[in-house]
């Protein structure tokens, strides 16, 4: 997180700076923003699975002033369109991105041992999420149990629409997947 906030304030000093200025931005800065400061969003986004709203909301906020700088929009405009124009995904999507990520790489056998460990397919025939490829989802009484891997991450893989998850490349998959989210989080 600290990191998090150095680019935070990186972002908000070179955005003052260009919002002052009257040099218009070049497409340079998208590259910039790309590497200073989305990177830094996305470096193990899925440890942010269930955090706390305020975390995340931090976290969306950096990616508002993101897309403002990018796209020279002047501060007090939404960021909905922003990132709908950029094609950017809101943080909370970003993690579920990478959640899904993983466990496709889990259920084709290309995640490490100790990822592909954590996480149990539903095997009981009775049950309809057997056919689905649904994971279990451990419960527990404790909170923080909510946060890990082995939680968060079948619990997003469940929620994907079948012919999502049985894409054959990880390619398709992954453009599938970002399709899906974008729709999903630009459509309430």
């Known amino acids: 997180m600290p990191r998090l906030v150095t ?3 990186v972002a908000i000093i070179t955005y003052d ?4 200025s009257s040099v218009t931005l070049t497409k340079n800065v998208r590259s910039l923003v790309h590497a200073f400061i989305t990177s830094r969003l996305d470096y193990c986004n899925s440890m ?3 955090c706390h709203i305020s975390t995340r909301q ?3 906020r950096v990616q508002n002033r993101a897309a403002r700088l990018v796209l020279s929009a002047p501060p007090c405009r939404s960021s909905l369109p922003l990132l709908q124009q950029l094609h950017w995904l809101h943080t909370e999507a970003r993690i579920s991105y990478k959640l899904c990520c993983l466990m496709y790489r889990v259920v084709h056998g290309a995640a490490p041992s100790y990822l592909t460990e954590l996480c149990k397919p539903c095997l009981d025939t009775r049950l309809r999420s057997t056919s ?3 994971f279990i989802i451990l419960r527990s009484n404790r909170h923080l149990a909510d946060h890990s891997f082995s939680v968060a991450a ?11 998850r ?6 398709t998959f992954l453009t599938k997947l970002k399709a899906h989210l974008f729709t999903v989080s630009f459509s309430h």
Not at 157 to 163: A, E
Not at 166 to 171: D, K, P, V
Request: net charge positive; glycine share 4%; proline share 6%.
């Open 166 to 171: 049985n894409c054959s490349t990880l390619a």
């Open 132 to 134: 689905r490829g649904n």
């Open 17 to 20: 700076a260009s919002t002052r």
């Open 58 to 60: 931090r976290l969306q």
């Open 154 to 164: 079948p619990a997003a893989w469940n929620r994907l629409p079948t012919n999502i």
């Open 48 to 50: 942010y699975a269930h």
């Open 7 to 9: 680019a935070l304030k």
